[in-house]
């Protein structure tokens, strides 16, 4: 994820999530688990599930880490996001067949506005 030159590189969004940032930053700088999980303040349990991606950061768990390292929260939740969106498949109409209004689009050139006209 990072480069030689420790920059993210934009080519790799929702290839790697917070997990990833996480994980490297324990291991380059020999943080254990434990320690880590209570300087901000969640369970050694849930930071697993989180470096697992059974779980994702908060937005009030990226806040604590980045209060306690610096890395950015915002970074951390767009990684995520970033991540499950390119994780997640596409909704398909067929997934409910008996709801003819799931997936349909708005015509919007056809939206009344909120004084009653076209």
């Known amino acids: 994820m990072l480069n030689r030159q ?3 590189n934009p080519n790799d969004l929702g290839e790697y999530s917070a997990a990833d940032t996480i994980a490297e930053m324990l291991d380059n700088y020999h ?3 434990v320690d880590f999980a209570k300087r901000i303040g969640i369970s050694e349990k849930h930071l ?3 470096l ?3 779980a994702f950061v908060s937005p009030t768990v990226a806040l604590a880490i980045e209060e306690v390292t610096g890395i950015s929260a915002q970074m ?3 990684l995520d996001t ?3 969106l390119a ?3 596409e909704p398909l109409a067929s997934a409910k067949p008996n709801n003819s209004e799931y ?3 708005y015509d919007w050139s056809k939206q009344v506005s909120s004084d009653g006209e076209l």
Do not use: F, G, M, P
């Open 52 to 54: 697992h991606r059974k």
């Open 48 to 50: 697993s599930q989180v």
């Open 103 to 105: 997936l349909k689009q």
């Open 6 to 8: 420790n920059k993210i």
């Open 82 to 84: 970033s991540y499950r």
């Open 31 to 33: 943080i254990t688990q």
């Open 76 to 78: 951390l939740l767009r």
């Open 87 to 89: 994780h997640t498949d």
